[in-house]
């Protein structure tokens, strides 16, 4: 019975410790303006997934958005956005690095600088007034 009861508390113990060192994982959805096609998407999951602590990231290039599952001790999102940034890409309020994105080729470039994305549709405006 005495062994019983020390395995019992052993195996107990561990379980506690184990379950003390779970991470907290977070989902973000970063806005990527500029990734429009296949090619980007491609480029900005391969550049980012291989970092310590992105556990999935996923390109929308249909609604320009990028969704990245990670864990919170081991990389933070603003440091997710410069990783994008960093690959030729606007990352919500993080600017692409003019050098990786001089790199992109031209398909995947801006419609403003002579790339093939199309041109961004205009927003229209609120009714003045309310509705009436």
Known sequence: MKKFLITAITVIGFTFTGLAQTKAVLTA?????NALCENCKKRIEGYVKPYDGVLEITVNYRKAETRVKYITDRINIEEIKAYIANCGYDA???PAAEDAYKRLP????KFDDGGGH????????APAGGQG
């Open 92 to 94: 919500d309020d993080v």
């Open 29 to 33: 959805t970063i806005k990527t303006p």
């Open 118 to 125: 199309p041109k961004p549709k205009p927003v229209p405006a």
């Open 106 to 109: 031209k398909s995947c470039k």
